[in-house]
């Protein structure tokens, strides 16, 4: 049976943790943007994220352990001349450690968040993924999100 609870400043540590798995990915290909694995630094980040009220993470655990997070931002984007008024929320990082993967622990993760952003009246939820990440694109989709935007980069 997987749990999820809410996650607050005390966690922070635990979350590096579970962030170490997604963090070595991206350093692994993407070295020139991503730092490799410092736990004490990416605490101390959970810890300041946690300060801020747009800012929630929750933590599933499974067999007595904790097998993954998601932290989301809401974002409340005022009307432009081209755009209408968007409140929606970010996930911003979702990862599951591998032993728990394919195993629901994503989808109870984005349950949560799902719930949480219905009862708060917030529509939309969004992520983004690097290209590389096929893994999670794969989940993702599963877990009923399209694609709606592609990101080009070029380096000079």
Known sequence: MISVRSANRSDAELL???NRFVQELHFTHMPQ???PVENGATAEWFKSMMENPAVR???AEAEGTAAG???TVTYDRPETAFCFRRV???IDQISVSPEFRKKGVAKAL?????????SS???DIELNSWSFNTEAH???GALGFVPQIVRFNRTS
Do not use: Q, S, T
């Open 16 to 18: 590096a943790n579970l």
């Open 33 to 35: 943007r991503f730092k």
């Open 57 to 59: 993470a929750w933590i």
């Open 69 to 71: 997070y998601v932290l």
């Open 88 to 90: 929606c929320c970010e």
């Open 110 to 118: 984005v349950e949560r968040v799902l719930a949480e952003a219905r």
């Open 121 to 123: 009246g917030i529509p």
């Open 138 to 140: 794969d989940a993702f």
